[in-house]
């Protein structure tokens, strides 16, 4: 997953935050520890002296190894004694430590020069919050997906009781969520405007991000628009749209089908969708196009590989938002 500058900028400070903050709050707990008990100032002055006398073993002949040893002594005696004053104290026995939100990297990011799991998590966490404010995500929950707008009367067209079939639907996308992995199934959404298809992207979009996963959220009209202006140089973004789209660990496009085709657009889903085909990697399609429209619109190899490889929903029932406006 690749993200932009401006998040690493963004998940740098929330790091360096953190260490200042632990660092702060072990120099508070030393200075009150130190004004109750001057002894404790004695007693780590002799173990830094301990690590200052302990290179002079080098030029020893004989008795290095008696110096060595003596110095460990004085050093374990003087932490036992710290630990004592602490229970004195009634403190516990790691207070004069620095206590890192993350022990790993303490608090730096970065472990043996890799990116550390704190610091991934908190640029997944970053870009998705920047990506809940472009769009519904906190208001298009599972929790607010309301099964009640849909008929309990069979649907000619479909064969199928639009309140049941969408209970199977919601069931499946919210165990979907739960067990997302990086290597879950496909999923394409289909069915006509307003059944719900986008509030349910948006639900596992969000539950997904959740779990610390990276997720790729856009209409097929704006993704393809990132990737054009990428491609023909006019992007004036820090984000590589293509290097996102193609690495994200779940990638959603709602409303394919909707975007303006042209050569360009069609070449760049068919390497979309065979890239993360190949490599494994998550999509959800939602579309109102019926098979037919989607070969009619796209090459029949984007289609057969999506008809092939992704598990099909069918949603039905009325318009919802027009339910809504009704109410
Ligand atoms: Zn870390």
Known sequence: MSYSIKVFKKASDVITNRRLAAENEQARNHQECVTISPEISVLEKEMAQCALDAPKAIGMKNNADEFIKNLMGKNLSAQKRIREILSELNL???????????????????????????????????????MSDKL????????????????????????FIPRERMQVIFNYCQSYAEDFSKN????????????GKTHLSLAIAGKVSEKGYGVVYGSAQNLMNSLENEKFGKSNSDVSAEQSILNCDL?????????????????ALYNIINTRLLENKPVIISTNLTPAEMENRYSRRITSRIYGNYKYLIFCGKDIRQLKDSY
């Open 92 to 130: 516990p026995s790691d207070y004069l430590e620095v206590k890192y939100f993350c022990k790993d990297c303490k608090d730096t990011g970065f472990v043996d020069g890799k990116m550390c799991e704190c610091l991934k998590d908190c640029m997944k966490k970053i870009s998705f919050e920047e």
């Open 136 to 159: 519904p995500v906190k208001s298009s929950t599972f929790d607010s997906f309301d099964l009640s707008y849909y008929p309990t009367e069979k649907d000619f067209e479909t064969g």
């Open 184 to 195: 879950s199934d496909n999923i394409l959404f289909y069915g006509e405007t307003g059944l």
């Open 251 to 267: 990638l959603i496009i709602d409303d394919l089908g909707a975007e303006f085709s042209t050569h360009f657009t069609i070449s």
